[in-house]
């Protein structure tokens, strides 16, 4: 409804600009009316208009999910598709599909002593590699069991190429632990190579 009224008021506004619909109308009236036709077509970006926050959808399975400040990332699994989306709280800048057919997400991990590991789930796109990991500290560090994910973003292919960017998650829920590979929907994932195998 509130749509509805503030096209409605943006519509009133282009039409005070033609001399023949509204002969008698003053000066100021019709910047007024112009004012109320800019706040309009503002509230209606700011109100969901505009491409909605990368989260998951309905009947989407949340793989993974953090905020880092203004920006977030979520991992979500339908029955044919694996999506990679990143972007602020209130538009997508970024997604991923990964389908049978068009494999984009490719999965792998590192174990390290005393039942430390590392979990990844890599999306390609173009020449860019986002590493979405989740790690459980072994009983060799300073602070075993201690959960800890993020996202490294590289250019290029494995283990050497340069990292573009890290983000740490703040958060230690159970939306930040990537998930056994049964856990994904089949055939819109990969094994990745030993290439990729790394502590991100």
């Known amino acids: ?49 505009a491409a909605e926050a990368p989260a998951c959808r309905r009947r989407e399975r949340v793989i993974y999910a953090c905020d880092f400040g203004d920006r977030r990332v979520a991992v979500c699994a339908a029955d044919d598709r694996l999506s990679y989306r990143f972007g602020t709280e209130r538009r997508t800048d970024l997604e991923i599909d990964s389908r049978p057919g068009r494999l984009r997400a490719f999965v792998g991990g590192v174990v390290g002593g005393g039942n430390g590991h590392q979990n990844r789930i890599r999306f390609s796109n173009n020449d860019y590699n986002y590493i979405v990991h989740s790690m459980v500290a072994g009983d060799a560090t300073d602070a075993p069991g201690t959960l800890s994910s993020g996202v490294t973003v590289v250019r ?45």
């Open 1 to 49: 409804m509130k749509s509805v009224i503030l096209k409605g008021a943006v519509l009133m506004a282009t039409m005070v600009g033609c001399e023949a619909e509204a002969p008698a109308i003053t000066r100021e009236a019709r910047e007024d009316l112009k004012r109320v036709a800019t706040r309009a077509e503002q509230t209606l970006e700011e109100s969901g208009d």
């Open 156 to 200: 290029g292919q494995g283990v050497n190429a340069p990292i573009v960017r890290t983000l740490n998650c703040p958060q230690d829920t159970p939306a930040q632990v990537i998930p056994a590979n049964d856990a994904l929907p089949k055939g819109t994932f990969d094994e990745d190579g030993e290439a990729w195998d790394a502590w991100w």
